[in-house]
Nanobody, 117 residues
Framework: VQLQASGGGLVQSGGSLNLSCKAS????????MGWHRQVPGSERELVAI???????NYADSVKGRFTISRDSAQMTAYLQMNNLKPDDTAVYYC????????????WGQGTLVTVSS
């Protein structure tokens, strides 16, 4: 499985960005897609996840501001990020799972999101 992410960039506090992630290769058996983020010196944090069945979970820090969605036919996941804050600055990694609550089977290359105050 290969994950190609795009959409990061620089935005002012309160602004919005939309990330996208397209899965390709051996995509059979992917049951969930989502996003992690990582700040240098910190562990990766799960931001949002969406399952094939439409179940969604968010980190508490982004609830009400971020929305994850998925186009299953295109094997693409999206993360709409609104009301961005400087604390959202991180490298965002698209992620895919075959088994929920297990280690991911694939990681995207990472896309940098920078929120200026």
């Amino acid at each position: 499985v290969q994950l190609q992410a795009s959409g990061g960039g620089l935005v002012q506090s309160g602004g919005s960005l939309n990330l996208s992630c397209k899965a390709s290769g051996v995509i059979y058996g992917i049951n969930a897609m989502g996003w992690h983020r990582q700040v240098p010196g910190s562990e990766r944090e799960l931001v949002a996840i969406i399952t094939n069945g439409g179940r969604i979970n968010y980190a508490d820090s982004v609830k009400g501001r971020f929305t994850i969605s998925r186009d299953s036919a295109q094997m693409t996941a999206y993360l709409q990020m609104n009301n961005l804050k400087p604390d959202d600055t991180a490298v965002y990694y698209c992620t895919a799972w075959r088994v929920i609550n297990s280690d991911p089977i694939a990681w995207g290359q990472g896309t940098l999101v920078t929120v200026s105050s």
